[in-house]
């Protein structure tokens, strides 16, 4: 099974704890203390959308990627829903062709931890291609410190440091938690927001 079918199958059969419904409190309260102004985003692993539509409603020229055609269709009808432009693409994020402009902002919530267990320097590429010297990269990560069941894959700060240290100056590393539909208090997660050099 291709990923895209295997992603495809968790949102067809309704396997996605990750879909809290809700725009990511971390990436609000970042977007608002940094503040990272309205600009052309790419946000990788966008799911069905929740928050590329945040982002589109706050000014972003928004670029959403995911390799599921299922979470794309329901992000088409949130957007549409909300009134907002969103430029949605299937893609394997880890396959994109550079695009025309780098990016100055790209969002990642928990797309690089799944890749990094499969193919852990794919997104690295990814992530040079679509970047150019001062584009901030804010990438949300499991975080090895709480010991789950279940949950996301997680990595520990050093690890995130050195996997994005080739590319990335790191503006801070700190935790915070994902948010579980209903706004339940979810897994202990890594924020990290880098620029690149």
Sequence with gaps: MGVSER????YRN???????GLPSAELRRVVSEQPIAPCRVLELGCG????????????????????????LDQARQKAEAAGVSVDWVCAD??????PDEPFPFVFDRACFHCIR?????????????VTATG??????TGNANEQRDHGPPSLSEDELRSELADLFDLEFVREFYF?????????LGLSC???RR
């Design 14 to 20: 309704g396997t996605t704890p990750w879909d809290s």
């Design 117 to 129: 267990r499969d193919l852990p320097t794919a997104l690295q590429v990814t992530l040079k291609n």
């Design 48 to 71: 069905t959308g929740t928050n590329a539509i945040w982002l589109a409603r706050q000014g972003f020229v928004v670029t959403a990627v995911d390799c599921s055609e299922l979470a």
């Design 93 to 98: 994020v880890t396959q994109l062709p550079p």
């Design 179 to 187: 948010e579980d539909p209903g706004g339940v208090q979810g897994p």
């Design 135 to 140: 584009t901030q990269y804010l990438v949300l």
């Design 193 to 195: 927001l880098a620029v």
């Design 7 to 10: 992603w495809d199958a968790k």
